[in-house]
């Protein structure tokens, strides 16, 4: 029986010219991701699905791990489009292997051998239809890293756009100015996982902390709408120092950038930390707020943390949008993005 990396061997197209660089004469320069990988002939890169074959870098086409259809609360943006809903697609596959990961049995499709998912044959043109049938306001690409099968989500995309939908990636951020050039006429709204502010602990997630930070700016100054997300690990990246750093950096590339705040618990092969509290979350906001960002957000603990699920205007207070867990509640926001009771325009994709 055919291995799943032989599965996928066959499901794939050439590289865009734009993601590659051809370094000698049996090496390829791969820049969809920020690894950078020189791969030689007959070799995989670090995400193991793009591969060098007959000179041509190869990489994933024609096949979903998965699909669903998601309140767009949920990838989580909470300042583009409420309420709306994100039909969500996935490849498989990840350029790191982050033990505590939710989505393992995509993103780690090829490394472990306990993650079995089969890929499902699609077309852009299908998903499309499947995301207007399912009544999606955007489409995102998330489960497994996009910037890794960038050219797949692109084609989706341009079909997307044609027929009116708004495009999103849900990424781990390593990036690269390559790629981000390659995506900035098709993808309007970016989610970053902001894992850790220590090169250390990316280290032990298989990636290195520059590059995410650089991709950070480069996607706020392309005009990408982007928020942040940090998944807080008790013992591995909730210290006061470290997330002061971290939201400080946030807050030098602007303090407009939502930052979502998320309580872990235990996933795959990280068992061993305590869950995340509600204190913990309140705390982590707190250090946020003091470093000057103004919209800040506490995950995955619906009704235990306060206003923090809600968006309030900076101006003067007001709630703006209600939310409980992924369910918007009420909203009051203009649909030019105004607070209706102060004028204060709040930064976002509203209407
Ligand atoms: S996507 Fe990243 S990990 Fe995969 S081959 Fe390209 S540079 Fe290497």
């Given amino acids: ?63 979903v ?73 955007a489409i995102v690409s998330t489960y497994n890293e996009p910037l890794i099968t960038s050219e797949w989500a692109v084609a989706v995309f341009k079909e997307a756009k044609a027929a009116g939908l708004v495009t999103a990636f849900v990424s781990n951020g390593n990036g690269t100015p390559e790629v981000i050039e390659y995506l900035r006429p098709w993808v309007d709204l970016y989610k970053v996982d902001l894992k850790s502010f220590d090169d250390r602990h990316y280290r032990q997630l298989g990636g290195r902390l520059e590059p995410i930070l650089d991709t950070i700016r480069r996607l706020h100054d392309n005009g990408f709408w982007l928020e942040l997300v940090t998944l807080l690990i008790p013992g591995f990246n909730d210290s006061d120092d470290e997330l002061k750093r971290l939201t400080e950096f946030v807050a030098g590339v602007s303090v407009d950038i939502p930052w979502h705040v998320t309580a872990f618990h235990g996933d795959y092969k990280m068992l061993e930390p305590q869950n995340t509290t509600p204190a913990m979350l309140l705390r982590a906001a707190t250090i946020a707020r003091a470093a000057g960002l103004r919209y800040v957000y506490a995950g995955n603990l619906p009704g235990q943390v306060g206003d923090l699920e809600d968006t309030c205007c900076p101006g003067c207070g007001e709630t703006l949008v209600s939310r409980r867990g992924y369910i918007v509640r009420e909203m009051k926001i203009t649909r030019d993005g105004k607070c209706p009771s102060c004028g204060e325009t709040i930064p976002g994709r509203w209407n």
């Avoid at 950078?36 to 070799?43: D, R």
């Avoid at 998903?127 to 207007?132: F, G, M, N, S, T």
Wanted: charged share 25%; glycine share 8%; with cysteine.
């Fill in 65 to 137: 791990g998965g699909v669903q259809c998601d309140p767009i609360e949920k990838k989580p943006f909470f300042h583009a489009y409420p309420g709306s809903r994100a039909y969500s697609f996935g490849m498989l596959g990840c350029d790191l292997h982050c033990g505590y990961c939710q989505n393992w049995v995509t993103s780690q499709a090829i490394r472990d051998p306990s993650a079995v998912v089969p890929p499902l044959s699609a077309t852009p043109e299908g998903l499309v239809r499947d995301a207007l049938r399912s009544k999606a306001r």
């Fill in 1 to 63: 029986m055919a291995t799943l990396a032989e599965v996928l061997e066959e499901r794939t197209a050439e590289a865009a010219p734009e993601l590659i660089e051809r370094i000698a004469r049996d090496r390829i320069r791969c820049y969809a991701c920020g690894h950078q990988c020189p791969i030689p002939e007959g070799a995989v890169g670090v995400c193991k699905v793009r591969f060098v074959k007959d000179g041509r870098l190869h990489v994933p086409w024609g096949y």
